[in-house]
């Protein structure tokens, strides 16, 4: 059923070593989102997929990166996490990336611990 | 000054209280709201979008006047299953993307 998948769900990183998070689709969505939300903060938006064509938030770290090798998987990468990204990060979709109504589909979002 | 401000918080009120959460936002170009449904260490879900009329779906009625750039969110008869975070979202289109931006969320505590 569902429709946004992340995984995992949990993710333990050891501080400087590269992890991978990813988000898969069955909507068949042209758009594919990753956010980052902290404790007790509202989601940031870190980048953006539009088919193949990628796009960067202006204050995304270097250290993220992102991969969208088909319409269905989209993965993060964090070259060298800092205990500063702890966090839980969302994977959402949408159809197009200009939509005035509901728009948006959430994964379960992945939590990641730096330790 | 965030893009989106709402009051973080707790709101404890008992089960059957009515309670009012606000928003306001700074791009007047803004041109669609929701809000949105937080559980603890849970994703987003999206719980009504806001009109001008306004709008209700059951016990939960939304307003937007967009001339102050507010956004309120009315709850009736509170239950105990609505206790969550309530993010208030802001879409902004450029004219190739939209953008959701979102408010830091109001925490909801309904008790017994």
């Known amino acids: 059923d569902a429709m946004v998948i992340q995984n995992p769900r949990y993710q333990v990183t050891q501080f400087g070593k590269p992890v991978t998070l990813s988000c898969s689709q069955t909507?068949?969505?042209?758009?594919m989102y990753w956010y980052q939300q902290k404790s007790s903060q509202a989601p940031k938006l870190l980048f953006h997929y539009y088919d193949k064509d990628f796009n960067n938030e202006a204050d995304t770290p270097d250290n993220f990166q992102s991969r969208r090798p088909n319409t269905s998987f989209c993965f993060l990468d964090i070259r060298s996490p800092g205990l500063g990204d702890a966090a839980m990060y969302l994977c959402?979709?949408?159809?197009?990336?200009?939509?005035?109504?509901?728009?948006?589909?959430f994964g379960s979002g992945t939590r990641l611990t730096v330790v | 000054r965030k893009e989106v401000e709402q009051d973080p918080g707790p709101f404890n009120v008992p089960e059957g209280a009515t309670v009012a959460f606000n928003c306001t936002y700074s791009?007047?170009?803004?041109?669609?709201f929701f809000w949105y449904r937080q559980d603890c260490r849970k994703e987003p879900k999206l719980l009504m979008s806001v009109y001008s009329s306004g709008n209700e779906d059951g016990r939960f009625t939304a307003q937007l006047n967009r001339a102050s750039q507010y956004i309120s969110l009315l709850i009736r008869d509170s239950k105990l299953s609505d206790s969550a975070t309530y993010l208030c979202v802001v879409n902004s289109d450029t004219g190739t993307a939209s953008k959701l931006t979102f408010g830091t969320g109001t925490r909801l505590q309904v008790t017994l």
């Open positions: 909507l068949n969505h042209n758009v």
């Open positions: 959402a979709t949408s159809r197009e990336r200009v939509f005035r109504g509901k728009g948006y589909t």
């Open positions: 791009n007047s170009a803004s041109q669609s």
